[in-house]
């Protein structure tokens, strides 16, 4: 099996601070856990912005130049920079932090789908701030909206104009057909990294047999071109980045994905999560990939390249 990849994401646009008094939302934090989980094993750090003000997230540039460029200066993690933003933001709002940047990868969303959060809000009786209630309770009524127009403007603004690489993001199976299409249009080269999301409602059900079939259909539609990784929601993610490891795939953790690191604890930092995986993979057997390893692995453009 090839070296495994470590990808970490900090803080995200899912979780509310009234959910974790550890979820980070400041510019400090956000470096600061950063650099924990790329001490701890962690190659690519998947960064989101958030509001220091109300931890809300943030698509606003000044808010992510509050921390990448320190990222950048203290650590040599992979910074992956999502264009997903929330589900809230309009693309225009969600490409504008990335385009500034020019970071050697980011994120993209391979389906438009449902992104309901709303039973979350039912498990909180304290909030912290005004708008998280709304924002989680709205979401019963919220499309993700990433359409083949919308993908294409990406890859274009962030791939054939600014040279970054993707975690083509997949919810379900007919996101896969979605990027082979775009494979086919010649809009994407391999090597592809994609990442399986599993536990979203509105995506696929975080079942051991439907990791199974991504990575069979994926197998049938990219052959030897790709790479996979997984990462799940909640309390389902280490059962099943664990199946990835075992499966030779690669593996996404942090306080985005989940905020716990056992059962009813919250992980205090998100290299709690990283160092436990990384015991998992390496008892198991696998290598741990560095930050050079998966740049040459994902032929990737090189932080020197970037404009953080």
């Known amino acids: 099996m090839s070296k495994i990849i470590i990808s970490c994401a900090i803080t995200g646009s899912i979780h509310t601070p009234s959910m974790s008094p550890y979820l980070p939302i400041t510019a400090a934090d956000i470096t600061e856990q950063s650099i924990g989980a790329a001490e701890a094993g962690a190659a690519i750090l998947h960064l989101h912005a958030r509001d220091p003000a109300n931890g809300r997230p943030s698509a606003d540039p000044a808010h992510f130049m509050g921390f990448l460029p320190q990222i950048k200066q203290r650590c040599d993690a992979v910074l992956n920079i999502s264009t997903g933003g929330s589900a809230t933001m309009t693309l225009e709002q969600r490409l504008a932090a990335p385009k500034l940047a020019e970071p050697e990868m980011c994120s993209l969303n391979m389906g438009t789908m449902n992104f309901a959060l709303y039973p979350a809000a039912a498990r909180i009786s304290e909030w912290k701030f005004d708008w998280e209630k709304p924002f989680l309770e709205g979401s019963d009524d919220l499309v993700f909206k990433n359409t083949?127009?919308?993908?294409?403007?990406?890859?274009?603004?962030?791939?054939?104009?600014?040279?970054?690489?993707?975690?083509?993001?997949?919810?379900?199976?007919?996101?896969?057909?979605?990027l082979?299409?775009?494979?086919?249009?010649?809009?994407?080269?391999?090597?592809?990294?994609?990442?399986?999301?599993?536990?979203?409602?509105?995506?696929?059900?975080?079942?051991?047999?439907?990791?199974?079939?991504?990575?069979?259909?994926?197998?049938?539609?990219?052959?030897?071109?790709?790479?996979?990784?997984?990462?799940?929601?909640?309390?389902?993610?280490?059962?099943?980045?664990?199946?990835?490891?075992?499966?030779g795939g690669h593996v996404r953790v942090g306080l985005e994905d989940s905020l716990m690191i056992s059962r009813g604890?919250?992980?205090?930092?998100?290299?709690?999560?990283?160092?436990?995986?990384?015991?998992?993979?390496?008892?198991?057997?696998?290598?741990?990939?560095?930050?050079?390893d998966a740049r040459a692995m994902l032929h990737l453009k090189g932080a020197d390249r970037t404009a953080i």
């Open 148 to 178: 083949p127009r919308d993908m294409a403007v990406i890859l274009q603004e962030m791939g054939a104009a600014r040279g970054a690489r993707f975690e083509f993001e997949c919810y379900d199976i007919g996101h896969l057909y979605m």
């Open 265 to 292: 604890v919250l992980a205090k930092t998100n290299a709690e999560q990283v160092r436990k995986i990384r015991r998992i993979a390496e008892d198991l057997g696998r290598t741990i990939a560095t930050a050079s």
């Open 180 to 247: 082979r299409h775009f494979v086919d249009r010649g809009l994407v080269k391999a090597p592809l990294f994609i990442q399986f999301v599993f536990g979203v409602l509105g995506g696929m059900g975080p079942d051991p047999e439907n990791l199974n079939h991504m990575k069979l259909i994926a197998d049938k539609l990219f052959g030897e071109t790709y790479a996979f990784s997984v990462l799940a929601a909640g309390r389902h993610q280490m059962p099943l980045i664990t199946m990835s490891v075992i499966l």
